[in-house]
């Protein structure tokens, strides 16, 4: 039942395309809260509505409503410079550049520009109305116009589409041509909207009943019973429909997050789901060679002996950590010889054409074994030195080209170092004891050398064996520190069973399962990282995101310093700050940042209006930069902090943390902002430091 905030579909023929108004002001609405409550509702009833209506039109909302218009390891770039989108608002509303760059001035953002310059226009032709999937289709033309003329191609779409738009669609259409949609959590929520309304509105043809038992539908009659909740959430209901409720539910959005880290493609989600619904997803969209999965990450720990306390008698194994870059290598053996090969980072992005050595090794592998049709290699790719293969720093690595690399151009070599193997000849494996996985990418896949100059290496992980003893591992230990490695990545062997960390809510610490089995997604605990650096300062390093700085002082008034850092909040779908930091920077860094971050401009404002939103609580920029780079920083602890906002009350009531002496490291090049580290993992930080005795309050926020 689409609340009132929509205009009513009533009288819009069945079986029409959904028009793009109805988007628009379902963006509008989201656009006006914080509340995840109110978000997921709104995005539902949305999802339900356009299932009703015509399905067809769910892939092109979830796009739109994503903000992206293709799976992130194929990105389909729309290719629009700021001038382009100008100009078109221009022509459109018949306003000066002058009278633009004003409303820019007052309003901070190009959707609201568009907004009110078109706010005046009288159109004397009716225009017929935009609809979802005409939209999306012209966004492909958009980023499909290539070579001479494209700038024209360009132009020309943008402009119809602004002609025909009213009301909110300008001001969302322009946002999406900025690719700045300035809605919170939508990404976030879009798969539980997803889930919810198809349990509670299932597509035509999807037998939903007693005809055919399912896990996920129910009859009509109980479904009846159930979906006020969706339009009033504070009336009562009766106790177990809201436990039928909040059951389906339940089942729906964890079989569809374990689909989607699996098979991250809404194209081929949204037609499986109009087909066969809930019930046949897993079966019809299984780990797919050429699609990536999403990675298993590690949880921090600070010395060997927490790894005792945490994994107890359970065996594992340890590996070294290795400096480099994590690489998820897929491979296919077509007609015998010829084979497709993709490489991809940990943020799932396409990086084949930076590694054509790596796909001549992989090419190589794959055509000589007879009996390998197909693989899924989880490995870090790291720079060695040509002749001996000895290890070089991830600086080494970071001077490769990144686009387009010819292989014969080469001229930092690297190693494979291959750790994991979640797919083997058709056979999914994540659901195997790491052991089983372990001796089978050993088994198949041996080590090699180059055979050639300028070819990488395949290697495996140099590692130890917990059965071999405490002190074998201590000397692994010792033999790490002084290796150029970052440290050691310890894994659980087979699946058992581990005492759950005590917190303040539960007294005595229980049992928990603790799977071996390759967990995508998930910041698992059958994965302990030891880094080298934990043996002293604080354990881990933070992943944070530069959201705004303040103008800098003294030798550095024509740059930014300090700047400000956030964490990600994956629950409320925004940024949070965290610390102020001015250490660490070369002065080349803080110019290339001026340039990267240059004021008045598509990423450096004096408004707050970037997406995600950022809350900055008591520590106010005084200018704000757009989300979109990861840094690693380190610091000396993490302290209750009187203005930070991060992590509130999660370790002290009404109080956030924040990082003393941060200091930067490095950027973070393959992570997205969604990958920061989040508010959990401070009070984690936090939590840890009380227990190794490190008490520190008083935080001086970065100064
Ligand atoms: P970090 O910034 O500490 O590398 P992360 O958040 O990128 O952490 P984690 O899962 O926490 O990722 O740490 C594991 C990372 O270490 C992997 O992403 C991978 O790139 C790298 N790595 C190096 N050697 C190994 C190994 N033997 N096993 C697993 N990961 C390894």
Known sequence: DPPSYTPGLDDWPSSNPVPYSFLAYALASLAETRSRIAIVNILTNTLRTIIICHPPSLLPALYLLSNSLSPSYSPVELGLGPSVISKAIQHVSGLTPAALKRLYHRTGDPGDVAFEAKSNVRTLVPHPPLLVPGVYDALLRIANAKGQGAIKQKQAVVEKLLVAAKGEEIRFLVRILCQNLRVGAVRTTLLTALARAMVLTPPPGIPTNDTMPSRFYVSQDALDEVKPLMTDSKKKVADPARLLLTELFQTAESLLKEVYVRHPNYDNIAKALLEVGLDGLA??????????????????????????????????????????????????????????????????????????????????????????????????????????????????LSNRARKDVKIDDVKVSVGVFAFD???LDGQVLLERPFRERRALLRSRFPPRTPQEHGAARFCHVVSCESEDGREAVEDFWQMALSSA?????????????????????????????????????????????????????????????????????????????????????PAAGQLVAVCKCMSGFTDAFYKDLGERYPLDSETCSKQPMWDPVCDTGGLKPEVYFKPQ???????????????????????????????????FIRIVEDKGIENASTPEFLAKMWRDQQANGKDRTGADDGE
Do not use: C
Request: charged residues 25%; hydrophobic residues 40%.
């Open 485 to 569: 490695t970052e440290g050691l990545m310890v894994k659980l062997l087979d699946s058992g069973e581990i005492l759950e960390e005590p917190n303040q809510r539960k007294d005595r610490p229980r049992r928990k399962p603790l799977p071996a089995t390759y967990e995508p997604d998930k910041r698992t605990s059958a994965w302990l990282k030891l880094k080298k650096d934990y043996v002293t300062g604080l354990g881990d390093s933070l992943d944070l995101v530069p959201v705004g700085a303040w103008h800098g002082n003294g030798r550095k008034a024509q740059w930014w310093s300090p700047i400000l850092l956030a964490v990600w909040d």
């Open 283 to 396: 079966e019809r969209l299984p780990l797919t060679v050429g699609i990536p999965l999403l990675p298993t990450l590690g949880s921090p720990t600070r010395s060997l002996d927490e790894i005792y306390d945490r994994l107890g008698l359970l065996p594992f194994t340890a590996e070294l950590k290795y400096d480099g870059q994590r690489a998820q290598i897929h491979a296919n053996k077509v007609d015998g010889s010829a084979s497709h090969i993709k490489i991809f980072s940990r943020h799932l992005e396409d990086m084949t054409d930076k590694y054509p050595d790596v796909v001549s090794l992989v090419g190589d592998i794959l055509s000589e074994s007879l009996e390998t049709t197909s693989f899924i290699i989880d490995a870090e790719i790291v720079a060695v030195d040509p002749i001996d293969g000895s290890l070089k720093t991830f600086q080494e």
């Open 629 to 663: 780079e990861v840094w690693e920083i380190r610091g000396a602890d993490v302290t209750i902090s009187p203005v930070s906002v991060a992590a509130l009350g999660l370790v002290v009531p009404k109080r956030g943390l924040s990082l003393r002496f941060p200091r």
């Open 421 to 423: 193997l979640m797919y």
